[in-house]
C-alpha cells in the first residue's frame, strides 16, 4: 500500500467515521443541487432532514468546509452563468436560478466572476460567434 | 491577483499534450518556443476555457531538485494535482478503455469520491466527484 493510501485511510477513520453524519449531510447537498430555484433557508433545509437547524450548519461546514448558504450561492452562480450563455436575459436568469432581488443577484455575481452579469453574457456571445464552426471568418479590408 | 496557471512538471512536452488532449480532453491554449527546444505550453479544460491554464512545464529536465520531488511524490502514490468530474466512475472506466493506468480505483471518502491515475509524463493525478 502506498504512503498516499495508507493516509487517505487515516483520515477516512479520524474525519469520516460518522457514516450517520455523512449521509444526512450529502442528503442536504442533494437536496440543494435539486432545489436551488426554490426558496431554501436553514429552515426549510432542517424540516426535510430532521435536524436541528444549529447542527445542519455545524455539519455541513464541517464535511464541505462552507456554509449551506456559501454553497447554495455557487450553484445558482455556476446555474445562471449557463441560463446566460444561453441567450436568457439578465432579469429572467436571476429569477429562475432562485435569487429574489436583481440587485443581489448582480453584485453575487460579479464578486464571485468579477464581472457583471451583462457583461459575462456579451462576452460569451462575443467568443461564441468568434469560434462557431459554421461562423464565417472575418475579412480585414 | 488571479490565480491563472497551475504548473504540471513533464519529462516529455510533446508526449505529454498528447495524454492531455487527446485522453484527458483538454485543449491547447498556448504553445510558444521558449529555447532549446522548450515550449510555453498550456491546456484548458475544454468546457471551461476561460479558466485557469495547466502549464506542462519541462521542470524535471533542467532542474534536478524538481525531479527528485517529482519522483518521491510519485513513488508515495501523491497527485501532483486533481481535477473535477461529473462522475468518477464513469470517467475510471473511459479512460481505462483508453489504456490509462490507476493506482487507485474509484474510493469514497466521505463526501467526496476520488481515484488516481498516472499522467504517464511523471505524475499521479486524482480525479474527484463531490458526493
Known sequence: MTFY???LEKIRRLVYANNVQIDIIKGVRKFIENN???NLNLDSLSNNHFVSKHH????FKKYYGITPRQYLTDIRIEKSKEKLKNG??????????GFESLGSFSSLFKAKTGIAP???QKKKQLSRNCIHPNSRPLTLK | MKATVISIPVRDQAKALAFYTEKLGFIKKRDIPVGGGNRWLT?????????PELSLEPGPNHFEPCKVFQEALKD???????FDVQNVDTEYERLKDLGVEFS???TEMGTVKVAVFDDTCGNNIQLVQGL
Not at chain 1, 56 to 59: A, E, K, S, V
Not at chain 2, 76 to 82: E, H, L, R, S
Open chain 1, 5 to 7: 493510501k495508507k493516509e
Open chain 1, 56 to 59: 445542519l450548519l455545524r455539519l
Open chain 2, 43 to 51: 491546456i484548458v479544460s475544454k468546457d471551461w476555457q476561460d479558466g
Open chain 2, 76 to 82: 508515495a502514490g501523491i497527485p501532483w494535482t486533481q
Open chain 1, 88 to 97: 436568457m436575459s439578465v432579469t429572467q436568469t436571476c429569477f429562475a436560478v
Open chain 1, 118 to 120: 451583462s457583461a459575462f
Open chain 1, 36 to 38: 436551488y430555484q426554490d
Open chain 2, 104 to 106: 487507485m480505483q474509484p
